[in-house]
Every structure is written in C-alpha cells, then in structure tokens.
C-alpha cells in the first residue's frame, strides 16, 4: 500500500463517520493519527457535544471489536479486565474476559472512578496486555482506548493521574458547535428520543483490519529527517526548561509525536514529514503531559497557552 492508499482508506473513513456526526472534523483526524499511530485518545468536552456518539461511529466505520464501560464510582478492576472464576464441572479456574478485550475500547466518563480502578487500564494501555493471577493476556494490536471525560462537574470525579495522561497520544478538548452545525444537528435529530444508533444513521464499515494493518506498515515507511526530529526534541525538551510549567513533557511524548507525525503525513498523501505535521499535533499532544507551576496558575495562564508560545518561539526547520 502507498500513501494515496492510506489516504482513501482515511477518507472511507470519514465519510461514515459523518453520517452520524456533525462537524468535530479536526477531532475525527485526531482518532484517525491514534488508530494508526497505535495511540489512545482523551476526549474532554462539555455534555451533548457527541463524545460517545463519535467514539462508537468511529468504531463502527472499522471492522474492529467494539467495547464499553461506562465508568463509575463503584466499578472494581475486575469489571474492566474481567476475573477467575471456579468451575466445579471441570475443577479448574476458568477465565472470565472482561469489556477490556476488545479492538475499540470506549472508556465513558473515566474520571468518574476512583484511581485504583483508572489503574487497571495502565498496562492495557502501554502493553496492550493484561495480568491476571500470574497469567498474561494479549489484547491484540489494534487495541485502543477512546476515553471521555467531562470538564464541567467536579463533584463526584477523580483527576487522572498524570502515569495514566501520559499514555493518552492527544488529549482533544471538544468545544460547541457553531450555529450551522447546531442547526444541522436539530434537523437531523431533532424528531429523536434518546441518543441514535450509528447504524441506524447508516454508519457502515469502511475499512477492514487487513486495510488497517497496511496503513500501518506504510505510517511506518514515511520518512522522517534528522531536521524534524531535533525539531520534535527541541520543543519537548523547551517544555522542561519552561518558567511557567513545573513538569515538561516526557521522553515518551516526543517518539509519540514522531510517529503521530508520520500517520499525519501519510494521511496528507505524503510519504515525509514535515513541520507543519509537528506544529499541528504538538498541543493536543503535549496539553496533557505538561504541569502549570503555583505562579503561572494565579496568573491564569493555562497550558495551551504555554505550548503554543514554545511551539511559536522554536524556529522550525527549512
């Protein structure tokens, strides 16, 4: 497969999408970098901007496992990776798998459990396997957590703890719609009671687990020059030395950002990265990986605001 095939593939995708979803373009292109980069996304945005709607379309248009957990303040570990459970019949523990085995993993509300539960995502996230009594379970390749959270109600709710933010690829901040797309969405949905089904709006696979592990392997081939890199280096490494943030970006978020920026050039019809790919995947994958020091809080400063200025001030190269 060659670039322009990763880039019908992306725009099958799309299309299907778009059946169920109005607007939230530049999130959609964030979910398509993580599927193919092997990344998970954090979807933060106030309540009816269609989080779960566009996580489970997104997983509809592939032809992949899908999974839910609806996270809640009472949810054990063992809801997630499931449990060992005694047969009588045969006297011997038998796995019972939980929601987590699965391809597409919707994790709703995931600040709404306690930390030790968030936990149990941990090793999923990073190894794409989970523990149990001794024993490792692969999740399979493609596994990939799409988590929501709601940024308005704190009562209730758990922070993220900053381990667990930085195996998020992007951390995607979800805003209102404009007043055309709000227009739209009342049209098309206006006559319904309660949240519509991606298939009953016609969301259709669009591309098949053999597609996916081709664009896969071709994200891998985009060339990256050492330009770029010292590029992606010089930007993580200025978020440490930063007055207004007490914790920069991590070792593990400039290879993330590396090869998010290869999904995005494949994306783009391009077999080489440039600066631009850099430039537009830098925020959403550093908002979360960054911590605002005691000034810079009472200031009002907030971390988008820090990362654009380093992203703005680092001379990108020619």
Known sequence: MNVE?????????????????????DTLDL?????????????????????????????????????????????????????????????AFMLTKGPIFCDILLADEINRTPPKTQAALLEAMQERKVTMD??????????????????????GTYPLPEAQLDRFLFKQRLDYPSAE?????????????????????????????AE?????????????????????????????AN???????SPRSAAMIATAARTRAALEGRDYVIPDDVKALALPALRHRVVLSPAAEIDGRRADDVIKAIVDRIEAPR
Do not use: C, W
């Open 5 to 25: 095939g990763v880039k019908t593939i992306a725009e099958r995708i799309r299309t299907e999408v778009r059946k169920a979803i109005v607007g939230q373009a």
């Open 31 to 91: 979910m398509l970098v993580a599927l193919f980069s092997g990344g998970h996304v954090l979807l933060e945005g106030p309540p009816g901007t269609a989080k779960t709607l566009l996580a489970q379309a997104f997983a509809r248009s592939l032809s992949l496992r899908f999974g839910r957990i609806q996270f809640t303040p009472d949810l054990m570990p063992g809801d997630i990776v499931g449990t060992n459970l005694f047969n009588f019949q045969t006297s």
């Open 134 to 155: 001794g024993a490792s379970y692969p999740l399979g390749e493609r596994f990939m957590v799409v988590a929501t959270e709601n940024p308005i109600e704190q009562q």
């Open 181 to 209: 797309e709000e227009r739209t969405i009342v049209k098309a949905h206006g006559s319904r009671i309660g949240m519509p089904n991606p298939a009953e709006l016609g969301v259709a696979p669009a591309g098949s687990a």
């Open 212 to 240: 996916i592990a081709g664009v896969i392997e071709t994200v891998a081939n985009v060339r990256v020059t050492d330009a770029v890199v010292d590029y992606i280096v010089a930007i993580v490494r200025a978020s440490r």
């Open 243 to 249: 007055a207004d943030l007490a914790y920069g970006a």
